[in-house]
């Protein structure tokens, strides 16, 4: 029998600095989180190939 995944669901994030660069497009991951561990929003560096640099990428709805 297969593994339940349990407290685990689905997040977008998205790129802070990209709404006040004015260049088209965003930058947006999709990764999981365990929602009893991080009940708040999370906010990771990763890349952003728009504007060619690391930036902090906060969870949306």
């Known amino acids: 029998m297969a593994k339940s995944k ?3 669901i689905q997040v977008i994030l998205e790129c802070t600095e990209h709404k006040t660069s ?3 497009g ?3 991951y999709i990764t999981t989180k ?3 561990n ?3 929003r999370m ?3 990763k890349f952003n190939p728009i504007l060619k640099k690391m930036t902090v990428h ?3 709805k």
């Open 43 to 45: 906010e990771i560096k």
């Open 58 to 60: 906060k969870e949306i």
């Open 34 to 36: 365990n929602k009893k």
């Open 26 to 28: 965003t930058s947006r």
């Open 6 to 8: 349990g407290n685990r």
């Open 22 to 24: 004015g260049k088209p």
């Open 38 to 40: 991080t009940p708040d």
